[in-house]
Nanobody
């Protein structure tokens, strides 16, 4: 049974940092690349970063140089370190396998709000 539980979001000022965590069930985490996605109000869900089972990460241009993703295989946890946050980073952040569609199971996400 797939379980994805995101945490770590909050309200932060521009230029601040947050670290998101995602606890994932073993069946999805250990065998597939995992990624972070986000959805801002009125916008489509977009991919932010993905990380292979070996730990190699790739980032969307909008977050490159500011966000860093990592994974800990014991326990099955995915992380997203977000630095130099901007108002346009405001969104609900989700983790999931890569690729994932809206028809797949999704967790509840964690809200990130960047505002002064």
């Amino acid at each position: 049974q797939v379980q994805l539980v995101e945490s770590g979001g909050g309200l932060v000022q521009p230029g601040g940092s947050l670290r998101l965590s995602c606890a994932a069930s073993g069946s999805i985490f250990s065998t597939q690349p995992m990624g972070w996605y986000r959805q801002a109000p009125g916008k489509r869900r977009e991919w932010v970063a993905f990380i292979t089972t070996g730990g190699s990460a790739t980032y969307a241009d909008s977050v490159k140089g500011r966000f860093t993703s990592s994974r800990d295989n014991a326990p099955n946890t995915l992380y997203l370190q977000m630095n130099n946050l901007k108002p346009e980073d405001t969104a609900v952040y989700y983790c999931n396998k890569v690729p994932a569609t809206l028809a797949d199971y999704w967790g509840q996400g964690t809200q990130v709000t960047v505002s002064s």
